[in-house]
């Protein structure tokens, strides 16, 4: 680590595993939780769709984008607080 | 590094916007010349030649303008690829034909069960961009293969790489290639066996000379077409049946319907049933498969090397993870699309098709039965005119029950068009999407293929001072001698081989995932620990695989084989993990070497100087 004491790599470590370890649960719920109760969620209907179907057809892909946006600008929030992101 | 960049290249990618921009532009225009043509009475035959041999004319001729002699550009597009485009590359490159064409079928025919592939196939870039491809991006060599060798310590870990990368994408660039084959000879009306070699043909022209640059311009330039081709049916089919433009909102309506039609005609596993066996009861041996092929699908993604290398071109770190969420963006618009033309031609079927007399059928029903997509099998010769029909018989009685008719998979998203009343330039259209989702996806993994052979094989094992030129010349003939034999094999219509297709993931995901993941997130990882780990997961997968398959296993547990991945990647983890702990922890150089893969600044501090690169 080029510039980093010892610490505050640590310290970065930590964070960058602490926002894996989230975003490991966010895709753990959209990936497969709710769909556990897809049978329930069936008896809710939202414009015509049932909504266990619904989540598995559309409403996890959504979730899965927008994380994936969120987790790309919170790791990067991450790097500058560190003063590890690339310079350009 | 490849960084040098060459004269007009700088103003190549500034203008990245418009150059593709107006070859939209472009395209959009030649599909209303078309129409126009059509119009005046052009025959379908010479409309199918024009899309076929112009769009595949345009992949070549961005092919050549992309040639390359440089390493750095034959191997990683020079390090240059924006975010957003490396997204829809990594989109067009992911979508094979069984996402375009298949896809919707397979929802069609399964229902809620379906959705598990739609899940698999989009969820697992998340921990592409979590675990992997930002650290891969930073390590900063060539290929997949080439991580494992500087971490786990040379060319065993390398060999195993490449032995896994070939298993899980060899059976898979076939099964491109005989869907290209399929495509060029239903459109240009020639034989199979030469529509696979026009394929072929077309597929090489946009590698050869530029490796992964000009693979990289084309799959943007495979991704446009394919995204359009595969909107403009549903949306107009939507307006039609609700009246609104927009399907993935509207087909709500068509599943109330569908649920009405199908109280009505005595359906017990409704459209959006969930894991309901054939009597409409909730099976929990169906629920497990579900989510075990959910997981292999998810983690096989995130395992895949033709994916996996597209994060190597992106100019930065930060830009990896950018692109992961693009290319996920650009997998979305097509992947939530799917499910509204299932929703469609289903309710098409049971409003139109099912309950009407075999004289009145729609014209659609007619012109796909007879090239064997479609099955009306209510007459007791059915099956001598359907091959459909096999096994199906008929009461006879001059009308079409729903136990009396059939269709494929493939057919869904091809008879839409015809099924919305559209012109034959939109069915053209499609074909035309279809061909660059397959040409798209057996580019990058004839790469992948080629790649490894040239650089992790050649290079790296039998001769690390081969010059420059020579190892241009190895990959070049590398990709012609991988391209030809995938041709020569997806000729011959294996049909076994295509059935091994979705294995393709479950052996990535036990092979590869598992030292990958490892190799980043726990430094204790030893070499000896990840290669015992990559042999017990690959092994155990390709075992069940086997063996169910061909040799009458029983299953364990009921779990279907494609979703081996269950037993492999928890194997594979905890080999690794045991014989890591009984052998000797990792030097402290490489300890230093991965503490620099997981820092987006500073160098790569190599284990090895033998692992350095040249160029």
Known sequence: MSDLSPEKAKAYWARTSGLMWTMLGIWFFFGFAVHFFAPQL????????????????????????????????????????FGVAEDE | MANNAKGGDGGFIANLGKIYGIYTGGFAGFVIVLAILEQMGVSNQVIGYLFVFLTIGVYALIGYLSRTAEMGEYYVAGRKVPAFYNGMATGSDWMSAASFIGMAGTLYLLGYDGLAFVLGWTGGYLLVSILLAPYLRKFGQYTVPDFLGARYGGNLARFCGVIVLISASFTYVTSQIFGVGIIASRFLGISFEIAVFVGLAGILVCSMLGGM????????????????????????MSAKVTGVP????????????????????????????????????????????????????????????HILMRYFTTPSVREARQSVAWSLFFIFLLYFTAPAYAAFGKLEVYQNVIGTPIANLPAWVQSWGEIGLVGTCDAADAATRYVMCKGVVGNGDGILQLNEFRIASDAIVLATPEIAGLPYVVAGLVAAGGLAAALSTADGLLLAIANALSHDVYYRMIDPHAPTKRRLIISRALLIVVAIAAAWVASTKPSTILAMVAWAFSIAASGLFPALVMGIWWKRTSNTGAIAGMVAGYGVCVYYLVMTQFYGMPLWFGIKNISCGLFGIPAAFIVTYVVSLMTTAPTKEMQDFIDSIRVPKGGVKLASADDAISH
């Not at chain 2, 319907?257 to 409704?270: D, H, N, R």
Request: glycine share 6%; net charge neutral.
């Open chain 1, 42 to 81: 069936n008896t809710i209907k939202i414009i015509g769709f049932p909504l266990g179907f619904y989540m598995a057809a559309q409403g996890s892909l959504i979730a899965f984008v927008v994380s994936l946006f969120w987790f790309a600008s919170k790791q990067n929030a991450i790097d500058e607080e």
């Open chain 2, 213 to 236: 640059r000009a693979v990289t311009w084309t799959q943007v330039a495979q991704y446009i077409i394919l995204i359009i081709a595969y909107l403009i049916p549903v949306v107009i």
């Open chain 2, 246 to 305: 927009i399907p993935q909102l509207m087909y709500g309506q068509a599943l109330e319907k569908i649920a009405v039609l199908e109280q009505s005609m005595g359906v017990v596993k409704g459209h959006t049933a969930v894991f309901s066996n054939a009597k409409g009861e909730i099976n929990l041996l169906d629920a497990v498969n579900f989510f075990a092929l959910i997981l292999c699908l998810m983690v096989g993604t995130a395992a895949l090397p």
